[in-house]
């Protein structure tokens, strides 16, 4: 992690992730997460790739509507997915930092990509 990466990282340690799930997605992002998650069921994936998945929010979601499915859930900031990985414990969630702009990931490896934010 270069210094740029760790100051990123750095404002979003604390209490940031906890505000951002109490406040942010009861707000904003629960009911766009549960209904952009059932257009992806619609598509009845088996591999879901979710970028910018901040604390879990369409992640949840996804588990809920689209069983069987495995989900990698990524996001720029690690202290986000530390709390979404705390909040969203099945294992058919593999949790990854990963900058949105440059994935690891092979071409065609996910079957849709989805990102709420």
């Known amino acids: 992690m270069d210094d740029a990466e760790a100051e990123r990282d750095a404002q979003f340690r604390g209490g940031i992730p906890e505000v951002y799930q109490q406040l942010l ?3 904003i992002f629960e009911e766009p997460a549960e209904s952009l998650a059932r257009v992806v069921a619609d598509l009845a994936p088996g591999e ?3 970028t910018a998945a901040g604390t879990g929010a369409l992640t ?3 588990l809920r509507s689209c069983p069987g499915a495995r989900i990698t859930a990524t996001d720029l900031n690690q202290p986000m997915l530390d709390a979404a990985a705390a909040a969203v414990t099945d294992t058919a969630v593999r949790w990854q930092q990963a900058d949105a702009l440059d ?3 092979d071409d065609h490896a996910f079957d849709v ?3 709420q934010f």
């Open 25 to 27: 997605v009861p707000m």
């Open 48 to 50: 879901v790739l979710e």
């Open 60 to 62: 949840a979601a996804l």
């Open 103 to 105: 994935l690891p990931f």
């Open 113 to 115: 990509v989805a990102c």
